[in-house]
């Protein structure tokens, strides 16, 4: 793994435009459980019954109950972990460019990184969904569910439930990434979800290296990612960055 972290290190000062596409996995130590796996959201309770879209237009109390209280709660208390922070740190440094997040946590944003795609949208918002105001999560009163706009139309998370399109403009943009850049970082993400899981497979073929960071082997690992370093992100992550800034 050491051999691994080194050449990383070296690879990410030599390139030109670093990008990375992060899943829930990098967010494992800032507490929130990632949704497939030990411990994954989706083991507990079935995806199609509570983030469907057409779940939570049914029965929004219902979704909320089991679904969107608990992951606010869990969110309004997570802070960026080591992974993050080490992205941002990459980020100052002129190395990494943009992140495309899985993520609706808003970590990457809080440890300082500036260009973050949401490509599944974001939980720190809800939007009236027929005049569209918006409202913060956080002051989302629990004990009022769901959380109704003054217009009397009931709030929705800005997150991509599924039965969704992914918004264009964000799915254009991260193909763009994924064509221009020279390294792509696959962190924390099971690359079973499409479209995101493509977003490397696009890098690839344009000639990207992709690094792979996450205790376990992926649907990438095989064909397409360079080589992956096994474990838990946080602790790679500074290790990587502790290598890089040796080389700087
Ligand atoms: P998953 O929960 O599918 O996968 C999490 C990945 O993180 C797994 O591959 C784990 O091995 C890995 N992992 C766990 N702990 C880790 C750690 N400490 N460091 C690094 N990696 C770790 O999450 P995603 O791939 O993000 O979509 O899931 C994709 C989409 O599926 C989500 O955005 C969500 C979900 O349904 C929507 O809600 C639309």
């Known amino acids: 793994m050491d051999d691994l972290i080194k050449k990383t290190a ?29 411990g994954g959201i989706w083991e507990k309770i079935d995806p199609m019954q509570y983030a469907h879209i057409d779940a939570f237009i049914k029965d ?11 992951m606010k709660e869990i969110i309004d208390l997570a802070k960026p972990n080591d992974a993050h922070l080490g992205l941002a740190r990459l980020e100052k440094l002129g190395i ?12 990457h944003q809080k440890a300082g990184n500036t260009d973050v795609i949401e490509f599944h949208g974001n939980f720190a918002w809800q939007r009236c969904m027929k005049c569209n ?7 989302v009163d ?14 929705r998370p800005e997150c991509v439930f599924f039965g969704e399109m992914i918004p264009p403009d964000d ?19 099971s690359a079973v979800v ?26 990438l690992t095989k064909n397409i990612s360079d080589w992956i370093i096994i474990g838990q992100a946080g602790r790679i992550m500074n290790n990587i960055i502790a290598e890089l800034e040796a080389f700087l």
């Open 133 to 139: 105001n918006r409202f913060e999560t956080r002051k």
């Open 60 to 70: 929004p109390v219902k979704v909320w109950d089991v679904l969107l209280k608990n």
């Open 171 to 189: 799915i254009e943009r991260s193909e763009q990434v994924a064509l221009e850049c020279d390294i792509m970082l696959v962190i924390g993400t």
């Open 142 to 155: 629990l004990t009022k569910l769901p959380p109704q706009c003054e217009c009397g139309e009931i709030y």
């Open 194 to 219: 499409q479209p995101a899981a493509h977003i490397p497979v696009l890098a690839k073929r344009s000639g990207a290296t992709i690094i792979e960071i996450n205790p376990e082997r992926t649907p």
């Open 96 to 107: 990494l460019k943009t992140i495309i997040t899985q993520n609706v946590d808003q970590l």
């Open 10 to 38: 070296k690879k990410l000062v030599l390139a030109k435009n670093v990008a990375a596409l992060t899943g829930a996995g990098i967010s494992v130590e800032s507490n929130i459980p990632p949704f497939r796996g030990p």
